[in-house]
């Protein structure tokens, strides 16, 4: 049964006089205390309050109570008695952190290419690489964390809204803060933002016991809520104008702009009408330009709106586009359309040392709205100068098609190759790995988990999917394209960037036999295939159903619940094949769902499939992070050359020591 989505305008109920609303916000902070996290560092990211402890612990017993409430009132009540309990060990910051110290998340996602892993895939990853420091009370509590974060994401969506201009004060801020902005007139969130244009940044004065740093950190909490309630008008620093992401208009000629105006967020810039970009050097003629844009600022943003608004690949874009358009006016006195592949050279070389440091570098926790921002935490890594660079060339790339560029001032710079060491893409097995793969599932004993394997590995495997793009897939994601000759699998993947995934005639016979297996009502004599099928399916069924619920057609499998499937196998195999050396036996007990996609991209460029098809099919952005893998083919070429010279080499020697040459 197809969960239902819940109005919380009004609330589910009415618990108090005064009911709070529940936002994304509540949830993220209520996941990051499951997980561990420092509940000052959550409370200051996510919370009006900021740091305040014994705010953040009011607040927190008050989001648990809401939880248990909600739970209790939802579909599945027992969750209530699961969100009671605490996943945190007693008297510590986190149980993760109980001996030593561990990397955060966003440290460890940078040890990988932009955008290779989804956020979830890198959490398994980083499971995986630290479990062994828990003990065993911590892994009880860690399994108990995990399903009370599958709980959250249950009531989620049921409940959480993004705040609206038109909601009222008491809505979204604690008691104490909410009475101190009534008593001065403020009822709706849209009264801050009628007061901020009028006042500007000093818009709290006026409010008894407000103060400036409560008034920063509504403004805090204001920014991270941009895409539902708008920017504040004049939420700027100095002389900035408000910010404008439809338009920049150039400061007029003869104006003064220092050079500190001029290093700030794309969003808050005072651009000399010089150096807008109106009349760049590199400029295509303007009647041919396919965009609207007329100088560089609204040129960037044009190529940034053909990604999702404040995605992960779109906040990456945006900062990189915004480093180098900032150094080109700053420190080469240039528009970003006149650069020069010189330029491009220099800026190349500027990312391993932005200096002056004072100018480029700050710390990196910095709103972008703050005079402290800064665009550089400090020397980029190898692999963050080499994505830079990447996506400098995309951006261009785009201006040339869209004819706002004349030509690509980054096609004759050779990017300087990164130390691709610490991918591990020898996570993926072999073909007498595959092989062994492949006997293991044959000889599987009879059962619905057995089935269900016997479709899922070689699956994964034809297709590269991710480990989420598996469990959401439905049949309505199936279509055949009459162009193609072929079936396709419509995916959204990360970021939100829709592809097509091929599915071979093999790995259509696979399919056909597994939903024919796991939904006997749709296999009829008249029409067998695939198409029949579909037909008769239920578009919304998933393709992977959890066992137990197979009366209910929507009882899908969870990411996690595949993980542990495809983890279990792999250990089975590890623990039960008899032909594995002792090597393969440690391989197989740290595979894991990752290592299917992995295998998927190698074997095919060990078969000569083309990088742009295997880029397309796994759903790259770039064809850079592709390319990894021909690096990691070539490199067990080389070591296999290496391995038959010295094979010929001891033959000779033998030969020449029996006398026979």
């Known amino acids: 049964m197809a969960i239902q989505t819940l109005s919380i305008r009004p609330p589910l109920a009415a618990a108090s006089p005064r009911s709070r609303y529940l936002g994304h916000h509540h949830f993220a902070f209520l996941r990051g205390w499951i997980q561990g996290l420092p509940l000052r560092d959550l409370a200051k990211r996510y919370l009006e309050t900021g740091m305040d402890l014994r705010v953040a612990k009011s607040q927190l017993a008050w989001l648990r109570a809401e939880m248990v409430a909600l739970a209790a009132r939802s579909a599945q009540p027992g969750l209530s008695g699961l969100l009671r309990r605490s996943a945190r060990a007693p008297d510590a910051p986190t149980a993760a952190l109980a001996s030593a110290p561990l990397p955060s998340l966003d440290q460890f996602a940078a040890r990988f290419p932009d955008g290779f892993y989804s956020e979830n895939e890198l959490a398994q990853l980083f499971a995986e690489e630290y479990a062994a420091r828990l003990t065993p009370s911590e892994r009880r509590r860690a399994r108990l964390a995990e399903r009370q974060l599958a709980a959250l994401r249950y009531l989620e969506p049921l409940t959480a809204v993004p705040p609206q201009g038109a909601d009222g004060i008491d809505a979204w801020f604690i008691h104490a803060v909410a009475a101190r902005l009534a008593n001065a007139g403020f009822t709706t969130l849209l009264h801050i933002q009628d007061r901020y244009r009028v006042c500007g940044a000093r818009w709290w004065i006026g409010v008894p016991r407000l103060g400036a740093s409560g008034a920063v950190r509504i403004v805090k909490w ?55 970009g109106a009349d760049g050097s590199n400029r295509q003629v303007t009647e041919r330009c396919k965009l609207l844009a007329t100088n560089d600022n609204d040129a960037i943003l ?12 779109w906040r990456s874009y945006r900062r990189e586009a915004e480093r180098f358009l900032l150094w080109a006016r700053v420190e080469r006195n240039k528009a970003f359309s006149s650069v020069s592949t010189e330029d491009c050279i220099k800026f190349r070389d500027f990312l391993n040392d932005p200096q002056p440091a004072f100018r480029w570098v700050g710390s990196g926790s910095r709103p972008r709205w703050s005079s402290q921002w800064r665009p550089f935490a400090g020397p980029l890594s190898a692999s963050s100068a080499q994505h830079s660079q990447t996506v400098l060339r995309l951006l261009c790339e785009w201006l040339v098609r869209q004819c706002y560029l004349d030509s690509n001032p980054w096609d004759g710079v050779t990017v300087i190759a990164r130390n691709r060491i610490r991918l591990k893409i020898g996570r993926s097995f072999t073909q007498d790995q595959w092989a062994t793969v492949q006997r293991f599932l044959e000889n599987l004993p009879a059962s619905p988990s057995s089935v269900r394997l016997q479709f899922l590995v ?3 495997y034809a297709t590269g999917l991710r480990l989420n793009e598996m469990a959401a897939a439905q049949v309505r994601q199936l279509q055949y394209s009459a162009e193609a000759g072929g079936w396709m699998l419509h995916v959204l993947g990360t970021g939100l960037i829709a592809r097509e995934v091929p599915l071979a005639s ?15 009502a749709a296999w009829l004599d008249i029409d067998p295939s695939l198409e029949g099928m579909v037909a008769r ?42 032909v594995l050396s002792e090597k393969d036996r440690r391989l197989f007990a740290e595979a894991s769902t990752h290592w299917l996609r992995h295998t998927f991209a190698t074997h095919a460029v060990a078969d000569g499939a083309p990088l742009d098809i295997i880029r397309d099919v796994m759903g790259h952005a770039s064809i850079s992070t592709t390319s990894i893998y021909a690096s990691a083919e070539q490199k067990r070429s080389t070591a296999q050359m290496e391995h038959l010279a010295t094979l010929r080499a001891q033959r000779a020697a033998e030969l020449e020591a029996t006398g026979s040459l």
């Open 506 to 520: 093999d790995t259509t016979a696979l399919l056909v036999a597994y939903l024919a297996t796991v939904n006997p």
């Open 537 to 578: 399916l239920d578009p919304e069924l998933p393709l992977l159903r959890r066992i137990e619920d197979r009366g209910d057609g929507n009882a899908k499998l969870s990411g996690s619940a595949v993980y542990k499937a495809l983890k279990g196998f792999f250990a089975d195999v590890a623990n039960r094949s008899a």
């Open 302 to 313: 044009a190529w940034l709106s053909t990604r999702p608004r404040q995605s992960a690949t």
């Open 458 to 460: 070689p699956f994964l």
């Open 222 to 276: 204001w920014s991270q809520h941009e895409s539902s309630l708008g920017t504040l008008a004049q939420f700027r620093r100095g002389t900035m104008p408000e910010p404008a992401w439809s338009t920049t208009t150039p400061v007029q000629p003869g104006s003064y702009v220092s050079t500190a105006q001029m290093v700030v967020p794309l969003e808050y810039m005072l651009t000399p009408s010089e150096l807008s």
